[in-house]
Structures are given as C-alpha cells and as structure tokens.
C-alpha cells in the first residue's frame, strides 16, 4: 500500500464535470496533514480536452489510460482497464464520484482490486488504520458512519466538498498510457438520446413539471410529458432520485448540485422535497405538488396541494384540461 490518493476523472464524452474538481477538494482534505499524494485517473479513447485545465487548476498529476474500446463506457472495460492499474499502484484510497456511473463501476472495481468499499459518502476522515465515511439514508432522515479498512474506495455524493481555484497552486501534469484490453462480453454502443434537449429549457421555462422517485417508471412519464404539453413553454425536470432512476437526463436535475429555476408554476409530481431540492426551485412564482402522501415536506412549501397518486390523478387532470382546448365539433370524452 503506497500513499497515495487517487481520484477517478469523471466525464461526460470528454468534458470534465465539476464533480472530479469537488473530489480534487475532498482529496486534499485527506492528504493535509497525512503527506499523502494525490494522482487522478481517467480511461477514455483519447485524452479528454479539458484535462490540461483540471490538472492546471487542481494542481493533481493526471494519467489518462487509452484504448479505442473505452470511447463508450460499460462497467466492463472501464473495470478491465482500471484494475490492473490499480493492483499495480496500490492506492491508499481511491475516490471517484457517486453518480450513476459511479455506482455502476465501484463495487466491481473495489472488488477485483482488493479495495474496502463505501459508496454515497458526504464525509470522508483519515483515522489510523481506516478511512470515516458518513453518509445519509433513508431520504436523508438518518446519518449513518461507515468504518472502511485501509486501502479503500469511497464514490462522494456531488456538492459534498466544494472546490476553490487556487491560483498559487503548482499545476499538474497530464500522461496518456495506452493499454491494452481483453475482449469484453458487452459492446456499448453510443448513446442514443431520447429526450433532445432536455434541460436545456429549463431556465428559460415558465412551467416546470417536475418527475421524483415516486413517478414510478419510465411509463409513467408519458403522463408528465402530457401535463408539460398543456403549457406553450414549458420543460420536464426532476430530483436526483428521478435522474438515478433514469426517468429524467442529468442535465434537467433541479436542486442544490443540479439546476436552478424559477419558473411562474413548477408542478413537482411525485416529489418529497428534501432541502437539496428544494434549494433549486424554491423561488418558483406558484408551487404545485402531486403526491399521495399529505405529510411529504413539500406540501409545506406549496401554494396548491394535491394529495393523490400522480397515476390517478394526472390522465383525469390532463384529459380535463385538454378536452377543454378542443372545438365544440371535436369529440370530447
Ligand atoms: C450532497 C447532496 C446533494 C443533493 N443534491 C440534490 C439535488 O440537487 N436535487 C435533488 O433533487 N436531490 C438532491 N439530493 C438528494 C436528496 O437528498 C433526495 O434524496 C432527493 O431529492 C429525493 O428525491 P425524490 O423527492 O424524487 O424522492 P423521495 O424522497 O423518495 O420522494 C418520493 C415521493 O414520492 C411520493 N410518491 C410515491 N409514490 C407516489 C405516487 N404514486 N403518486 C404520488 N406521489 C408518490 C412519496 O410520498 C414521496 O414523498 C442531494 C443529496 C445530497 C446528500
């Protein structure tokens, strides 16, 4: 076990996100004090473009691992390109960013290295032989402290550390090292989007529908989509809990780590309201939640309530609303 501290880059086709900067913070909070250096790691096709810039600002030496197999991600090849690396450098800690990609590779990579693992951590702490992590459960109603052996791997939620730029700081380097790989069982293709600029509307919206966790499925989005329709200007977004599920894009997550909106009606369906999300919609001009449960916490933020199930309530409301729109020769149901 060397020590050292190895972050894992985060990035989206290239484009380095502001979680690898936070877990850039998180390492030096660790290494202070404990004379432990910090190295980052990536594994792409190329070297992403902004890598120069991340190792400028953060100061940490980055090393890049390239194979043509890595372009699109899977668990996979990321998992056979790291591993090695790893057994090889023994970290102290690794630390990579607790999103959904970052749950996908973790516990594999901690496994087939021989790493304690953690996972969603807000705290990390150094102690003699183990590493600290808190992190919150149960929709963030209990903190919980996780005892993780040395040499670990800990995936830090985003917004847990936030980073400063340091213009004193002495920049880092940037090596590529092209590996090889073994063959894999999967083959990613690219991705496909489906849902064209999502997000992007956002802050320019003037009615927000927003998808939570308790939406359900993806099925049940339709009905948002229908709901979103009714209005001339208006753009899907949605908790984290809705982006982990996959029900809504990353790039339309509104809250303390994602987006900010203020829109004239922001319809919340499904929705608990936790701080974190309440955060990024909280000046919306007129609040409206759907949701069965009369006690979830963002009906103490609402203007007008609905206290039903979004799959009951939502098709009556949107055929109501729609059938009104229609002229008198149309059918109405
Ligand atoms: C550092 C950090 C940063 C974070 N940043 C963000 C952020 O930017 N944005 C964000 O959103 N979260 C963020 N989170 C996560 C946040 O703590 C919550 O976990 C998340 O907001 C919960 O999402 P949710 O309301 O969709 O899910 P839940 O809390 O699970 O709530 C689901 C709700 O749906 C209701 N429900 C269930 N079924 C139905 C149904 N059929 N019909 C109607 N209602 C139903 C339930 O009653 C419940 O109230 C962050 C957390 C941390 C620790």
Same mark, same amino acid.
């Given at each position: 076990?060397?020590?050292?501290?190895?972050?894992?880059?985060? /990035?989206?086709?290239?484009?380095?996100?502001?979680?690898?900067? &936070?877990?850039?913070?998180?390492?030096?909070?660790?290494?202070?004090?404990?004379?432990?250096?910090?190295?980052?790691?990536?594994?792409?096709?190329?070297?992403?473009?902004?890598?120069?810039?991340?190792?400028? &600002?953060?100061?940490?030496?980055?090393?890049?691992?390239?194979?043509?197999?890595?372009?699109?991600?899977?668990?996979?090849?990321?998992?056979?390109?790291? +591993?090695?690396?790893?057994? &090889?450098?023994?970290?102290?800690?690794?630390?990579?960013? /607790?999103?959904?990609?970052?749950?996908?590779?973790?516990?594999?990579?901690?496994?087939?290295?021989?790493?304690?693992?953690?996972?969603?951590? &807000?705290?990390?702490?150094?102690?003699?032989?183990?590493?600290?992590?808190?992190?919150?459960?149960? /929709?963030?109603?209990?903190?919980?402290?996780?005892?993780?052996?040395?040499? +670990?791997?800990?995936?830090?939620?985003?917004?847990?550390?936030?980073?400063?730029?340091?213009?004193?700081?002495?920049?880092?380097?940037?090596?590529?090292?092209?590996?090889?790989?073994?063959?894999?069982?999967?083959?990613?293709?690219?991705?496909?989007?489906?849902?064209?600029?999502?997000?992007?509307?956002?802050?320019?919206?003037?009615?927000?529908?927003?998808? @939570?966790?308790?939406?359900?499925?993806?099925?049940?989005?339709?009905?948002?989509?229908?709901?979103?329709?009714?209005?001339?200007?208006?753009?899907?977004? @949605?908790?984290?809990?809705?982006?982990?599920?996959?029900?809504?894009?990353?790039?339309?997550?509104?809250?303390?780590?994602?987006?900010?909106?203020?829109?004239?009606?922001?319809?919340?369906? @499904?929705?608990? @309201?936790?701080?974190? /999300?309440?955060?990024?919609?909280?000046?919306?001009?007129?609040?409206? =939640?759907?949701?069965?449960? =009369?006690?979830?916490?963002?009906?103490?933020?609402?203007?007008?309530?609905?206290?039903?199930?979004?799959?009951?309530?939502?098709?009556?409301?949107?055929?109501?609303?729609?059938?009104?729109?229609?002229?008198?020769?149309?059918?109405?149901?």
């Amino acid at each position: 076990m060397t020590n050292s501290i190895f972050i894992m880059l985060d /990035h989206e086709e290239g484009t380095i996100s502001a979680h690898s900067y &936070e877990l850039a913070a998180a390492a030096r909070s660790i290494a202070e004090g404990e004379g432990l250096s910090i190295m980052a790691l990536g594994a792409w096709n190329d070297v992403p473009p902004e890598s120069g810039k991340f190792a400028r &600002e953060t100061g940490v030496d980055l090393i890049v691992l390239v194979n043509p197999g890595l372009r699109h991600y899977s668990a996979e090849a990321y998992i056979n390109a790291c +591993a090695p690396f790893f057994i &090889e450098r023994r970290p102290l800690l690794v630390l990579g960013a /607790h999103n959904a990609r970052g749950c996908d590779f973790a516990p594999a990579l901690a496994l087939r290295t021989g790493l304690a693992c953690a996972t969603g951590a &807000e705290e990390i702490f150094a102690e003699k032989d183990a590493f600290r992590a808190v992190r919150t459960i149960w /929709h963030g109603k209990v903190r919980e402290e996780l005892t993780v052996v040395k040499p +670990a791997l800990v995936t830090l939620m985003p917004g847990a550390y936030s980073y400063e730029k340091n213009g004193n700081i002495r920049p880092g380097s940037v090596t590529a090292m092209a590996i090889d790989l073994p063959p894999g069982k999967t083959s990613p293709m690219p991705p496909i989007s489906t849902r064209t600029g999502e997000g992007a509307g956002l802050s320019e919206a003037e009615v927000v529908v927003a998808a @939570g966790r308790g939406v359900g499925g993806t099925d049940n989005m339709a009905l948002l989509r229908g709901l979103a329709g009714l209005f001339p200007r208006s753009a899907i977004g @949605g908790t984290r809990g809705a982006c982990d599920m996959g029900l809504v894009s990353y790039g339309a997550q509104v809250g303390m780590t994602g987006r900010t909106v203020s829109p004239r009606l922001y319809i919340a369906c @499904g929705i608990s @309201g936790s701080a974190q /999300h309440i955060a990024g919609m909280k000046n919306s001009r007129h609040i409206v =939640p759907v949701n069965h449960d =009369p006690d979830a916490p963002i009906f103490r933020i609402a203007d007008i309530g609905i206290v039903d199930k979004i799959e009951r309530f939502l098709p009556i409301f949107n055929e109501k609303v729609s059938g009104q729109g229609k002229t008198s020769d149309e059918p109405q149901k």
